[in-house]
């Protein structure tokens, strides 16, 4: 990188022009090729959402994973599977001028725009700090986190623009367009917040009215365009989960945070984490709102409210950015697009201070974090330890950063004797933080009764029991495919197989390509198109199932003798979610009602619907004998079991965690019950438990 004029020769810039165009080309050789052929992981799940928008499908169900892969199916993007977990919904509107291209069409264009917003962050940065161009190049080509963000179709370049833009704004006395230029960062990724605190720890309230008219403008978009409910779900239900690293896998040492290790460390698993190093999942509730505290303190001591100095202000900023990546439950390579910024304040001020051995630092630090090849699969036990060096980098990053931003050892003291309130609050919010996580920190009976299952799969859902044990929807590497005990799946299918339905040797399965058909195992019986979600009569008379209008889902019989037509039985108002019959022949669904909350409702024989509880409910199920409803019910943000009497209405809980068990199903006995939870594991990614629940 670029020294003063003594510490770089001229010739030094050249070799780092030559180097970054060697770099160039590799890059435009293999990445930028791949990007623009291929539809990868990230991308559709953001395409798929702007396309709902764009297309006024309803988008109530974007977090449920078989809706959103029904939805992928019907668009062909190609993809095995996706998922918009735990991305917020403001953050596929990004795409919706894109929406109406076709899926790699759309991606070519986001590309083009992502080329835009690098060069014009890069613009920024080296007007803010005076890198020269050679070494601002040499940064952006040196970075694998790029690459992955190129090929996945990530948002971390827009994001690594929106804080430069903020700084770049700030440092200018634009403060309130700084401020809603960090809102709207935070709308995209929710790991920026820790700049509203910084702003508030520099009694900076232009920014914080620039921040909050921002939240407001980014919280009105979103509501406009999903509606309040989906908000409200990802907020009470997505984002806690995702704070404590249970939006994707929180055993994957890949994602390389705090909260990955400590749950690999001391979160027993059965499947995913059987042999962690000590068995004492209380230590995660501790330690890490402590490593939290650790973290921020540090920085609030240090971010001085009376420092105007603008290479102080990069360097707090930098710190920032540095302890949200810090901090971020669930990292990914592309994340470290974002160090571009504080890489580059950093090497100039290393550079001015001529102080060679910090820059050597600075850039081993750099290309250790981007180093795609450490291994993350460690043994078990406290092996895990070593298998986390990229979280080793980025925590030394923050601290050389912060040590870039002390001042002498007397004003360190000051200011800590200062800044006395700060910590205090701080370390009263990481009690009340622990005392929270320890109060709802489920207990190992959550796995009681959990289903070892020997076939692979990332989640296993919709339980049933047939003749020959239980037949379930496994997420496969390859699809979604049913799966049956004693049985091998179809290897020749192509198309996802999303519900089903059983009785007896009798099945249906939902299959989906560019429609959903209910495929039945009786020769004779024709496929019924434009159909989802099967459920079979008891006496084997009946099938209901769904028919989509715009993402709305209106609830219909079909004669299975084909003695009468197919027939719509509920009214266009009720979004139907899921049915089950009853022995005598009534049907309880749940459906999102006007207001858009889930509620359970009867079909009595006559057709009469009434609403049959006042609790946001889905999933129902009632018992062979007619006696017992089981149901789930959402409370506190997570859905968990209660079991109904019928005949008087009396309900009891059957789980009471914070996770989610949903999807009940009987078996014969009419006291068991086989059912799907993610209790352990990543939100929506459920195992399969079976309980007794009547003596």
């Known amino acids: 990188m670029q020294t003063s004029n003594r510490m770089q020769p001229r010739h030094i810039e050249w070799m780092e022009w030559a180097l970054s165009a060697c770099l160039l080309l590799w890059f435009g050789c293999t990445a930028i090729p791949h990007a623009w052929k291929v539809l990868d992981t990230d991308f559709p799940n953001y395409y798929i959402t702007a396309h709902l928008v764009r297309d006024h499908i309803s988008t109530a169900r974007i977090y449920e994973w078989v809706w959103f892969q029904r939805q992928q199916d019907y668009l062909q993007t190609g993809q095995t599977f996706s998922a918009m977990q735990p991305l917020t919904p403001f953050s596929s509107l990004f795409i919706w001028p894109f929406a109406t291209l076709a899926p790699l069409t759309a991606k070519h264009c986001w590309l083009i725009l992502n080329a835009g917003l690098l060069l014009a962050s890069a613009w920024m940065l080296r007007r803010n700090t005076g890198l020269r161009w050679s070494s601002m190049a040499l940064l952006i080509t040196a970075s694998y986190p790029l690459e992955r963000n190129l090929l996945t179709g990530q948002f971390y370049i827009l994001l690594l623009f929106l804080i430069t833009l903020g700084l770049w704004m700030h440092l200018r006395g634009h403060r309130v367009s700084a401020g809603a230029a960090i809102a709207v960062a935070i709308g995209l990724k929710i790991f920026p917040l820790l700049y509203v605190l910084y702003f508030l720890r520099k009694r900076d309230w232009r920014a914080m009215a620039g921040v909050m008219t921002g939240f407001f403008a980014v919280a009105v978009v979103s509501i406009v365009a999903f509606g309040w409910q989906l908000n409200r779900l990802y907020l009470l239900q997505l984002l806690p989960r995702e704070m404590r690293g249970d939006s994707t896998d929180p055993y994957n040492l890949g994602s390389a945070s705090f909260s990955v290790l400590f749950h690999r460390l001391f979160v027993f698993e059965p499947t995913l984490n059987p042999h962690p190093a000590i068995h004492a999942a209380w230590l995660l509730s501790v330690l890490l709102p402590v490593i939290q505290l650790l973290v921020v303190v540090p920085l609030i001591v240090l971010a001085d409210p009376r420092t105007k100095d603008s290479r102080q202000t990069q360097l707090e ?9 810090t901090l971020s439950p669930m ?20 550079i001015d201070e001529d102080a ?3 820059l050597a ?3 081993i630090l750099f290309l250790a974090i981007g180093f795609p090849r450490w291994p993350t699969n460690s043994g078990p ?12 980098a980025t925590a030394a990053l923050y601290a050389l950063t912060l040590w870039q931003l002390r001042p002498t050892q007397q004003r360190v003291r000051s200011l800590a004797a200062r800044n006395v309130p700060w910590i205090a609050a701080l370390t009263g919010l990481t009690a009340i933080s622990i005392a929270v996580a320890l109060h709802s920190q ?8 959990r289903i070892t299952l020997p076939n692979e799969g990332l989640s296993f859902a919709q339980p049933l029991a047939t003749d020959q044990g239980i037949a379930f929807i496994a997420m496969q590497h390859t699809g979604y495919r049913v799966i049956e005990e004693g049985t091998q799946p179809d290897s020749g299918r192509t198309a996802d197989e999303l519900t089903h339905a059983a009785l007896g040797a009798h099945r249906w399965i939902e299959q989906v390509s560019a429609t959903s058909q209910i495929i039945s195992n009786d020769p004779g019986s024709p496929a019924i198109d434009n159909a989802k979600q099967p459920i079979v009569s008891p006496d084997g008379h009946w099938l209901a199932y769904q028919r989509e209008d715009h993402g709305r889902a209106t609830l219909w019989l079909k004669a299975l003798d084909s003695s009468q037509p197919d027939t719509p039985i509920t009214p266009a108002d009720l979004d139907v979610l899921e049915a089950t019959f009853a022995p005598d022949g009534t049907i309880i669904f749940s459906a999102f009602d006007h207001t858009g909350i889930a509620r359970l409702f009867e079909r009595s024989l006559d057709g009469h619907i009434a609403q049959l509880l006042n609790d946001e409910a889905r999933y129902p199920a009632v018992s062979p004998d007619g006696k017992w409803l089981i149901y789930s019910q959402l409370r506190h943000g997570s859905w968990n079991l209660r079991l109904r009497d019928r005949a008087t209405g009396r309900t009891l809980p059957v789980t009471n965690d914070p996770c989610n068990a949903i999807q009940a199903a009987w078996e014969p006995d009419s006291r068991t019950i086989l059912f799907a939870s993610d209790c352990g594991r990543a939100v929506g990614l459920t195992a399969l438990y079976r309980r007794q629940i009547i003596p």
């Open 381 to 392: 036990g406290w092996l895990a330890l070593l298998h986390v060096p990229r979280l080793y």
């Open 442 to 449: 489920p207990g190992d009976s959550v796995y009681a009764g």
């Open 317 to 325: 900023w930098s710190a920032v950015l540095l302890a949200s990546l």
């Open 331 to 350: 990292p990914a390579s592309y994340h470290f697009v974002l160090l571009f910024l504080p890489v580059a304040v950093l090497a100039k001020t290393f």
């Open 361 to 363: 630092t600075l850039v």
């Open 356 to 358: 060679q051995w910090a």
